[in-house]
């Protein structure tokens, strides 16, 4: 689940020596990151299906390679439009292992369980984009920009070679009648459901926060506060430290309380937190900024490995589609709202504080039904 993320964050570093290199502007530079979440959607659903279709562990692999050609494309391009294009084809191969990976998730994994696993898959998912920024500006400041694709293509062969040898096939044999089974009615099905609504906004809207952050945060602390390459990547620690206590405060929680309250518990303190990030960025802070951000991404990771978790409660035997029909929504949710980040940039340090904490109040009111409903029945 790790390597999707890691592939769209350690662009981060390198997006002001590759905005200078192609000579293009910031906000097509940050194109980089908005597009590769239109492949990623588009990708999501074809491997959801395939997987419920071929298996798992073929989907899995097929997209790893895919995902290395991209790798290899992005190396190799001589301009910014074949840099778009293998953009994309690194995005739809890598989107395997975010949506194979939560189907056999879910199907192996279910209740206090399933919310452990997802807590602590849920802090690789931070943990990895969190490393991005600091292996992208390491790799820059010593070896150049160009080696940042060349490690994406490492990470591809070493994942390939693992996969290839450990990962098991967990489809069971029965649900191959699955080719049978309309992808309309399954879409219709999901599109009816206001829960699955509520959780996929909520997941869109966290993935959002943190892209649209990796799109935005180089421009803010390279440009406007003087930080070199390597030391904006030693940013990403603070993302990481948050993931990581994220998941052990919900591996201590879900015992105690239910999932609801954990993650709309989670939804107020990040809420909370980018109220202050918008007022230390006004105040021109990078400490208080910092300490902002860590708690808004604390909140925000005591949230997802519920949502995850009980996004698809129900349609277990469905679950390679409806994984592939959910996914799809929410990354283009991520697409539109690390877009909508690009348009906003006009240098000024409060646009993404005050993006962050709209967006949070946006998710905070979208999650209190689904807590009534829960005290309903």
Known sequence: MGFPQISESIFTPILPALSQALSVSANQIQLTMSIYFIAFAIGVLFWGQLADYCGRRPSMLGGIIIYLIGNIGLYWSPSFKWLLFFRLIQAFGASAGSVVTQTIMRESFSGVTGTKVFAKTGAAMALSPALGPLIGGLVQTTLGYRNVFTTLISLAVVILLYSGIRLPETRQQQLSTLVRVSQWLVLKQLLSNPVVWCYGLVIGGINGILFSYYAEAPFIFERHFNFSTFQYGLLGLIIASASLLGALIVNHLVNRYRPEIIAFSGLVLSTISAAGLLVAATIDQPIWMLAGIFFVFLGLNITLPNALNRALIGYEQIMGSASGW????????????????????????????????????????SYSPLIKLKEIK
């Open 326 to 365: 959910f996914s799809l929504g929410y990354y283009l949710v991520v697409s539109g709202l690390t877009y909508l980040m690009s348009l906003m940039h006009n240098g000024s340090i409060t646009s993404l504080p005050l993006y962050i904490l709209v967006l949070s109040l946006i998710m905070l009111i």
